[in-house]
């Protein structure tokens, strides 16, 4: 009997989101936020966290079949750190050999194949002399989200000081070379790209412009690299005025946390981008407008929204 529950609200599930087509049977939704490349938790000395898991690749695991919850049992609220423990004997794998299968089984590889992400960005970037390629760590429940952004975006197309700058303009990177684990999926964004769309190590990032006249200047900074790396040998040396003042100079031309631009201000109807003119097809342009927020986590009992996720 529960099996035929099982299976009937599997096809209603294919049948309401429209997908007959062979991707994996999302009961809990939780491939909603964990699809997406390069969400990644914030980087430390000892590394960081991935939190991707490749749709496709899932379904062609040993556990394709699986629902996440069968295994992950504890999950039901966002952000869910703190019960996050993982059962292997929710049903499954409780005869007697399958004892030892488990004992010697590495949980930690258990996904391995199926995340993507950056792993090194070579982009001269002057942030990244100092800041992590995934610096973002103060809000839990975001942080992992605006570092999936890093892969598609670049420092000052979120940290800009917008005022200082206007007028603006928003458009892909020529060229970048970047770094994967996993699928390489740098031309997985800029859909205006040609050959370099076939290399494994080219990435394309939506960047942030200046306009003068008809001359658009990149507003990336890569001119202070030098700068900063003088500034980290002599840090130490320094005392709290001096480095407040030479730390100034870096971040003159941003805004700080608190005043970046924040989800709504490019998923919504007043976005900053202009969808069409970075070549999204209309529907991807309509999906990145509505992107729902809020709707991301409606189906958890307890959440809670940081500032920025108010809309
Ligand atoms: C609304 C988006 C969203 C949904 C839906 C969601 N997750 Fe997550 N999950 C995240 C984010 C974001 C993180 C990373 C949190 C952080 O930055 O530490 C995460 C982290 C995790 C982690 C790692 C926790 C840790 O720190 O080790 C696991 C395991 C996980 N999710 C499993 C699931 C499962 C299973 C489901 C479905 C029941 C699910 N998630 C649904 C957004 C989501
Ligand atoms: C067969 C059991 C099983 C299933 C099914 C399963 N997971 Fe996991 N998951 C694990 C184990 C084991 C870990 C590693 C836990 C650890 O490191 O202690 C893990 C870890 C994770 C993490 C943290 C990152 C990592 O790799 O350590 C995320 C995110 C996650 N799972 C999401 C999902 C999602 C989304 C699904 C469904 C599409 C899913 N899991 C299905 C067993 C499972
Ligand atoms: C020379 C090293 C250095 C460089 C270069 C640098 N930063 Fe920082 N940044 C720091 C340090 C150290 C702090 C923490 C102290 C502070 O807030 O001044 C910081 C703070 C920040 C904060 C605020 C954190 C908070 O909690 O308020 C943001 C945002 C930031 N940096 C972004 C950037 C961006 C974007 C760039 C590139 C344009 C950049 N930084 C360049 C060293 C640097
Ligand atoms: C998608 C937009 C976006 C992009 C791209 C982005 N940031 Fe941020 N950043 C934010 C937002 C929003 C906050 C404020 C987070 C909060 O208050 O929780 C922030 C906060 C920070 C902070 C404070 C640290 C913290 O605790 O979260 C630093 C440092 C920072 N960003 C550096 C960078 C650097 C370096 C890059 C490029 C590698 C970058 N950011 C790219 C949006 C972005
Ligand atoms: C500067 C503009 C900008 C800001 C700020 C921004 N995003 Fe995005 N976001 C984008 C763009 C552009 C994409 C599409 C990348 C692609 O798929 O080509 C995207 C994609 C996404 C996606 C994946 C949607 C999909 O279907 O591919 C999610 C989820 C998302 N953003 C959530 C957030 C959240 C949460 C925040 C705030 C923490 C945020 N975004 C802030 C521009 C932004």
Redesign the pocket.
């Known amino acids: 009997m529960r099996k035929h529950t099982f299976v009937l609200a599997a096809v209603l599930m294919m049948v309401l989101s429209g997908r007959g087509d062979g991707v994996a049977m999302d009961e809990s939704g939780c491939l909603t936020c964990h699809r997406y490349p390069g969400l990644v938790g914030p980087e430390t000395p000892e590394g960081f966290k991935v939190f991707h898991i490749d749709e496709k690749r899932y379904l062609q695991s040993p556990h394709g079949k699986t629902d996440c919850r069968k295994c992950h049992t504890g999950i039901e609220k966002l952000p869910h750190v703190g019960d996050t423990a993982v059962t292997c004997t929710n049903g499954c794998h409780l005869a007697e050999k399958d004892k030892k299968l488990i004992a010697e089984f590495d949980l930690k590889t258990l996904h391995a194949k199926e995340k993507s992400y950056v792993t090194r960005l070579s982009d001269g970037?002057?942030?990244r002399?100092?800041?992590h390629l995934y610096?973002h760590r103060?809000s839990e429940l975001a942080r992992s989200f605006i570092n999936m952004h890093i892969s598609f975006m670049t420092?000052?197309t979120c940290?800009i000081n917008r005022e200082k700058f206007e007028p603006l303009h928003y458009d892909w990177t020529d060229s970048e070379t970047a770094d994967f684990e996993g699928e390489p999926f740098g031309a997985r964004f800029n859909p205006n790209l040609g050959p370099e769309a076939n290399s494994t190590h080219f990435i394309s990032r939506i960047s942030v412009f200046s306009i003068k006249g008809k001359k658009k200047k990149s507003l990336v900074?890569t001119r202070?690299a030098k700068k900063?790396r003088e500034?980290?040998a002599e840090e130490k040396k320094l005392n709290e005025s001096e480095k407040?003042e030479?730390?100034g100079y870096?971040?003159r031309?941003?805004?700080?946390?608190?005043i970046?631009v924040t989800c709504n201000e490019c998923h919504s109807k007043n976005t900053i981008l202009d969808f069409k003119q970075l070549g999204f097809s209309e529907k991807k342009a309509k999906d990145l407008v509505y992107l729902d927020i809020k709707g991301l986590v409606t189906k958890y009992k307890v959440f809670y929204f940081p500032h920025m996720f108010r809309q």
């Open positions: 970037s002057t942030c002399e100092c800041h610096p103060s420092c000052e940290h900074n202070d900063a500034f980290l407040e030479r730390l870096f971040h031309d941003i805004h700080k946390a608190k970046s």
